[in-house]
């Protein structure tokens, strides 16, 4: 925050426009506001409702702060609408991140690791996790690793590993045939191994919203969405938290 407003001060802007839900986009709304400096705010809207999680406070603060809101669907339109905001306020475009993944999907770089196992397409599992409710307590991660290893029936499960939940993943010891622990993918990588795949495990939600446009049916380990558009059009099926919901699938 600090960094940020010595460069408005330094650069005085009619508009600051932020986007998405991480923590720099709360801050620099902030920021921008104190500084009297108009907010518009990309893929407004957006909720799950569930203040556990630390995107949905970053959503919340911006969007009481923002000026202008550009979302990505009705729903969050109507989110936006019941706060209280102005229709004219708001303007639906569409959402700026699918429209990356169209324009780079000819781009999309095949991982030198598939090439390694001799893999065909459709014929492996991605898995994600990063969320705290998933990965912060060894146990539950554990027992969630278990039902996913057991339950991909031996097929191939390359793991992107997050760094937050590499920490406590290394202490755990965790081997099996099947799983397979890969470095962190760049998006042109990490969307090849999606688009080829048999189905994706994640608690992400901008990766649901990406499989859903991709075709590729996905399992959310959440309690909830920001994006149960996915779950309507019914390439998303949200399973919850606990490990055992995932041998039902």
Avoid: W
């Avoid at 306020?89 to 999309?108: E, K, P, S, W």
């Avoid at 937050?164 to 755990?172: G, P, S, Y």
């Amino acid at each position: 925050m600090i960094a940020f407003e010595r460069e408005l001060l330094a650069n005085p802007s009619d508009l600051v426009i932020v986007v998405g839900d991480v923590t720099s986009t709360m801050s620099c709304s902030i920021v921008a506001k104190k500084l009297n400096t108009k907010v518009a705010h990309i893929e407004a809207g957006i909720r799950s409702f569930d203040l556990t999680m630390p995107e949905e406070i970053n959503r919340m603060v911006t969007d009481c702060l923002a000026d202008y809101f550009f979302v990505t669907t009705p729903l969050a339109k109507n989110n936006l609408l019941k706060s209280g905001i102005e229709k004219e306020r708001i303007f639906l475009v569409g959402n700026v991140m699918i429209d990356t993944l169209l324009a780079n999907m000819n781009r999309f770089r095949k991982p030198s690791f598939l090439d390694t196992d001799g893999l065909d397409k459709g014929n492996y599992f991605v898995l994600t996790l990063h969320r705290p409710a998933n990965v912060d307590e060894a146990g539950k991660l554990k027992a969630l690793m278990h039902e996913i290893i057991e339950g991909a029936r031996h097929l191939p499960v390359f793991f992107p590993i997050h760094p937050r939940t590499a920490v406590i993943f290394t202490e755990l010891g965790i081997q099996a045939t099947n799983l397979k622990i890969v470095d962190p993918l760049g998006y042109l990588e990490f969307n090849y191994l999606v688009k080829h795949a048999k189905a994706v495990i994640t608690d992400s939600g901008g990766i649901t919203e990406e499989t859903t446009v991709m075709g590729i049916p996905c399992l959310t380990l959440r309690d909830n969405t920001e994006r149960p558009e996915t779950i309507d059009i019914g390439t998303n099926e949200l399973i919850g938290t606990n490990p055992a919901n995932i041998a039902r699938q």
